[in-house]
């Protein structure tokens, strides 16, 4: 690989420190003591959020696919509040690759105006 290649990224997965919490149009949607961290070379740590933490009835699948050749295919869902749609704003990777198959059954959110990721 040349220089100007991007090179594989170490993705490192561990548990994260305290309770999490995701909101969405104000409204908290998920709180976890069992959140999990994925770090992946110098991108910004995302917040794993296990599936039976989160409210599910706020999400919505949709048929948005992206494809990541370290962690898998990931499905997304949009974030449905009382004030807004907050379209692809989650996603899953329902089948991960091996080595980051702790991130099965978690859900991960993209923080924007109105969808926040905290530590509380």
């Known amino acids: 690989?040349?220089?100007?290649?991007?090179?594989?990224?170490?993705?490192?997965?561990?548990?994260?420190?305290?309770?999490?919490?995701?909101?969405?149009?104000?409204?908290v949607i998920g709180e976890s003591t069992r959140a999990?961290?994925?770090?992946?070379?110098?991108?910004p740590s995302v917040i794993?959020?296990?599936?039976?933490?989160?409210?599910?009835?706020?999400?919505d699948t949709t048929e948005h696919k992206t494809s990541?050749?370290?962690k898998g295919e990931a499905s997304y869902f949009s974030i449905m509040s009382k004030s807004?749609?907050?379209?692809n704003a989650v996603?899953?990777?329902?089948?991960?690759?091996?080595g980051v198959s702790a991130i099965k059954d978690h859900l991960a959110f993209y923080a924007q105006e109105g969808v926040t990721v905290?530590?509380?």
């Not at 690989?1 to 104000?26: F, L, N, Y």
């Not at 794993?48 to 999400?59: E, G, H, N, Q």
């Open 68 to 70: 990541c050749p370290h």
């Open 48 to 59: 794993y959020f296990p599936r039976d933490d989160i409210a599910m009835a706020f999400l």
């Open 1 to 27: 690989m040349s220089q100007g290649d991007i090179t594989m990224s170490k993705i490192t997965i561990t548990p994260a420190e305290g309770t999490w919490v995701v909101r969405a149009g104000g409204a």
């Open 91 to 98: 996603w899953s990777y329902e089948a991960p690759k091996e």
């Open 36 to 43: 999990l961290e994925l770090d992946e070379g110098n991108l």
């Open 84 to 87: 807004k749609t907050y379209e």
């Open 118 to 120: 905290e530590q509380i």
